[in-house]
Nanobody, 122 residues
């Protein structure tokens, strides 16, 4: 079992930065693929970034490439999302999720955090 808690959201002006953290509990954390997802009001939840437990190259949605960076520290059981050059369209509730499969996508997420609000003013 994996339990996830996000933090680091807040209100920021366009062009600013935020760093989100996802703290995980569970001895299987290092074996889990981790992803960040977001959902704006009236919109479907969408993939933002993913990173595998064994390492390798992270994957990003086209909308955030070059601006967001996902990383993980297995020793600290924590996954991060560094968000730079934020835009108003980045406003959403951000969730981290853990996948036990090869795919870091919404249908394959086994555990979700509670979410943290990110608001980017224009």
């Amino acid at each position: 079992q994996v339990q996830l808690v996000e933090s680091g959201g807040g209100l920021v002006q366009a062009g600013g930065s935020l760093r989100l953290s996802c703290s995980a509990s569970g001895r299987t954390f290092s074996r889990s693929g981790m992803g960040w997802f977001r959902q704006a009001p009236g919109k479907e939840r969408e993939f933002v970034a993913g990173i595998w437990g064994s390492g390798g190259t992270p994957v990003y949605a086209d909308s955030v490439k070059g601006r967001f960076t996902i990383s993980r520290d297995n020793a600290k059981n924590t996954v991060y999302l560094q968000m730079n050059s934020l835009k108003p369209e980045d406003t959403a509730v951000y969730y981290c999720g853990a996948s036990d499969s090869l795919w870091i996508s919404i249908p394959n997420i086994n555990y979700w955090g509670q979410g943290t609000q990110v608001t980017v003013s224009s």
